[in-house]
């Protein structure tokens, strides 16, 4: 029985988080579609009009995700950060771009309708992807390892932390060690 209140507790807290990355999913999805729609229909090259609006999402769905979906979670060095979120939509890009290749051009389908579904299709495949490696490189989990590693960055003065009381007394702790060692 403890297993199942556990479960419903997780599933309860995961709630919030997943719709908020629906909601900036949502709104980056529109910029990525849309403008995937419209440079295409004016003539842009099917992969480089799906490269060019996703780049746009891309830069929103950043903030986004960084300021309000996982804000909650511990931020690590805004460099290391930003890099790791380019990363990984570099390869949500791949997906998308593997899909529409493959129905433009593997199918032969180049009509504007295959195009738009291949691309939304390639795009929830990309989603999938992103929101599950978001959570595992980018956006940590508040667990001691990762409060650890935003208090190293924090010391090496790439990030700022402000957090609870127990992170705060961690770094309060991990300053002191440092502290002492330089000694």
Do not use: C
Not at 64 to 77: I, P
Not at 121 to 133: D, E, N, P, V
């Amino acid at each position: 029985m403890p297993r199942l209140v556990s479960l419903r507790k997780r599933f309860a807290e995961l709630i919030p988080e997943l719709a908020k990355f629906g909601v900036v999913g949502l709104i980056g999805s529109v910029i990525d579609l849309g403008g995937a729609a419209y440079l295409h229909a004016e003539g842009v090259e099917a992969l480089a009009a799906k490269a060019l609006s996703l780049t746009a999402a891309t830069v929103i769905t950043y903030l986004g995700s960084r300021f309000w979906t996982f804000r909650h979670r511990v931020n690590q060095a805004l460099l290391r950060e930003g890099l790791m979120f380019i990363a990984l939509n570099l390869v949500g890009l791949v997906i998308a771009e593997a899909v529409i290749a493959f129905v433009s051009y593997g199918l032969d389908m180049k009509s504007g309708l295959a195009y738009n579904a291949a691309s939304v299709a390639g795009t929830g495949l990309g989603t999938i992807f992103r929101y599950f490696s978001y959570k595992k490189w980018v956006f940590l989990a508040d667990t001691p390892a990762a409060t650890v590693a935003a208090g190293e960055a924090t010391v090496s003065g790439l990030v700022d932390v402000a957090g609870t009381s127990e992170e705060e007394a961690l770094l309060d702790e991990l300053l002191g060690a440092a502290e002492t060692s330089r000694r």
